[in-house]
């Protein structure tokens, strides 16, 4: 009897990784072709055109919503799901409702970028879109809020060890509130718009709310949880760490009020207090966790960090400077490629292989290569933007469409990478296949 409940808590751990592998998957998927190929594509257009001004705004947007949620949003709702896995037998309706949300959160998400495309039955694509994100987010924060609920003691647990809990919290709120804002704007768009691409202003205070209170909060969730294991640091602050999540909603609220130099104030603010809390640049007291990644793994986690500064300075030169979008372009690619995609390139590769059915990383050379390409993609495309679209230095705009090239050579790495570790045996079968072949 006993051995047969183990068997079948076992089976619903691998029903609910099987489940995580597809998140993660679609995720690569919407990264890849909606989101890379089609920012690349807008780029290289901008660059002909030596303007972005004449670039249609739905397919810049239909490249930012495929990268956030198509992207960013399944990973983050796949290692969610997963983390129901670590609770036992709890798990057994928990995959049923990973595939109901898969199936909604994916369509919402393809028929976005469709109608943005194509411009097709966008009236009423547009709500429906957004709404059926909504409708598998919720079903996911339902069934996560109820383990955590039945699963965490009352009280208990070091401040610290609960501070991370926190950022994640808050990081899936302002997912919440960013997808509740995206339905109400395009049923708006929808009814009194000429067509599927959010107005420019209102485009932008939505973007604050799509980045900074989502995926950058619930990165320090995420770091706040692993860095002080994979790198070794001393554990975050939690004080500071608080006080930077309340410094953001403030800087979120600013920017949502159109008091943009308030808001880009508070952001750096907000940023400067997180790695203060979460001690990024502290000497590590143990040494680093790098079995199976890249050794420079913790050079980069911390280059990110410095690319988190840099994109929140760059707003606050934007709120006081920009005259053609290109510091805000410099500020939202410093934070979306080099602060949130080199956190996931390096957290992924390192903890992925294992969620993704106990696995182990193909290649740390391939780690290091998507990387490396990555961050001199990005260096390479803030600074041509900020000279290039600003006028202050046209002769960077041939810079660009090679910035692009060499990151949609990144995220291929990092797909393929990824793509080969899943094809791959789980590690204790590999070790067995070894032994009986050696
Ligand atoms: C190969 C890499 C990429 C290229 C070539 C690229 C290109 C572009 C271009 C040309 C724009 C138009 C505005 C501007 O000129 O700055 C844009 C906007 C944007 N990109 Fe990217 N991008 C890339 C990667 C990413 C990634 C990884 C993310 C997110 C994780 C992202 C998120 C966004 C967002 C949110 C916008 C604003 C969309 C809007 O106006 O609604 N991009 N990108």
Request: with cysteine.
């Amino acid at each position: 009897m006993q051995t047969e409940h183990i068997e079948a808590i076992k089976r619903h751990e691998a029903a609910l990784q099987r489940a995580v592998t597809v998140w993660i998957s679609t995720g690569l998927l919407f990264m890849l072709l909606p989101g890379t190929f089609l920012g690349a594509w807008n780029l290289i257009e901008i660059s002909d055109a030596r303007t972005a001004a004449r670039l249609d705004p739905a397919w810049i947007q239909a490249h930012g919503h495929a990268q956030i949620f198509g992207w960013i949003g399944s990973f983050i709702l796949g290692i969610g799901f997963y983390s129901l896995s670590k609770m036992g037998g709890a798990a057994r309706f928990a995959v049923s409702r990973a595939w109901t949300s898969w199936i909604l959160w994916t369509a919402g998400v393809s028929l976005r970028w469709a109608a943005n495309l194509w411009h097709w039955h966008w009236r009423a694509l547009l709500p429906l879109s957004a709404a059926l994100e909504l409708a598998g987010f919720i079903i996911f924060f339902a069934t996560v809020s109820r383990h955590r609920a039945a699963k965490t003691p009352a009280a208990g647990g070091a401040p610290e060890s609960r501070v991370w809990m926190a950022a994640v919290i808050a990081g899936s709120i302002g997912f919440m509130l960013s997808l509740v804002a995206n339905l109400l704007v395009v049923v708006q768009a929808a009814v009194h718009g000429s067509g599927p691409a959010i107005p420019h202003a209102m485009n932008q205070r939505l973007l604050a709310l799509f980045t900074w209170a989502f995926p950058v909060v619930t990165i320090w969730g995420f770091s706040a949880r692993w860095l002080p294991v994979f790198l070794g640091l001393p554990s975050p602050a939690p004080r500071p760490l608080i006080a930077a999540l309340l410094v953001n909603v403030v800087a979120v609220a600013a920017a949502l009020a159109d008091m943009w130099i308030l808001a880009t104030i508070l952001f750096l603010a907000g940023s400067a207090l997180a790695v203060a809390a979460l001690r990024v640049f502290r000497r590590s007291v143990r040494p680093a966790k790098i079995t199976g990644v890249h050794p420079s793994f913790p050079a980069f986690v911390r280059s990110a960090y410095v690319w988190l500064l840099a994109s929140a300075a760059l707003s606050l030169a934007a709120a006081g400077w920009d005259r053609a979008g290109g510091l805000w372009g410099a500020s939202r690619h410093a934070l979306t490629v080099g602060y949130i995609s080199t956190m996931v390139f390096a957290i992924g590769q390192r903890v992925l292989p294992a969620f993704c059915g106990m696995r182990v990383l193909f290649s740390p050379r391939l780690m290091f290569a998507s990387l490396a390409l990555l961050n001199a993609g990005c260096a390479m495309r803030v600074i041509s933007e900020t000279g290039a679209y600003e006028g202050y230095l046209p002769s960077l705009w041939p810079l660009l469409p090679l910035s692009a090239v060499i990151e949609m050579t990144a995220v291929t790495v990092f797909a393929a990478n990824l793509a080969l570790t899943f094809m791959q045996p789980p590690a204790h079968l590999r070790a067995q296949l070894s032994a009986a072949s050696g």
